[in-house]
């Protein structure tokens, strides 16, 4: 079994930053993609970028390029999402997840067996 916990989220102004962490535990991952999905309220969970964990392969949203870079630390089993230029429509509750053998070139939350409880990014104006 997988463990994700997620930190780093909190309140931020327009055009500042913060680094999520995401910190797994439980198994090894050379054959998971990570990932990084997003929900506000009432809307849907979507992807916002993902990682394969052996090769570093990433895949980002078309509105999150040039502003978010996923990446992750091998030694520490642990996956960050820098996120610059933040907007208040990125304002959401922020889930990692974990997905064995996870299409990097389509990410699809159905493939994601594993999650994290969430952090809260709210970005004011």
């Known amino acids: 079994q997988v463990q994700l916990v997620e930190s780093g989220g909190g309140l931020v102004q327009a055009g500042g930053s913060l680094r999520l962490s995401c910190a797994a535990s439980?198994?090894?991952?050379?054959?998971?993609?990570m990932g990084w999905f997003r929900q506000a309220p009432g809307k849907e969970r979507d992807i916002v970028a993902a990682i394969i964990w052996s090769a570093g392969n990433t895949y980002y949203a078309d509105s999150m390029k040039g502003r978010f870079t996923i990446s992750r630390d091998k030694s520490k089993n642990t996956v960050y999402l820098q996120m610059n230029s933040l907007k208040p429509e990125d304002t959401a509750v922020y889930y990692c997840?974990?997905?064995?053998?996870?299409?990097?070139?389509?990410?699809?939350?159905?493939?994601?067996?594993?999650w994290g409880q969430g952090t809260q990014v709210t970005v004011s104006s």
């Open positions: 997840a974990a997905a064995p053998w996870g299409d990097i070139s389509r990410p699809r939350r159905d493939e994601y067996n594993y």
């Open positions: 439980g198994r090894t991952f050379s054959s998971y993609t």
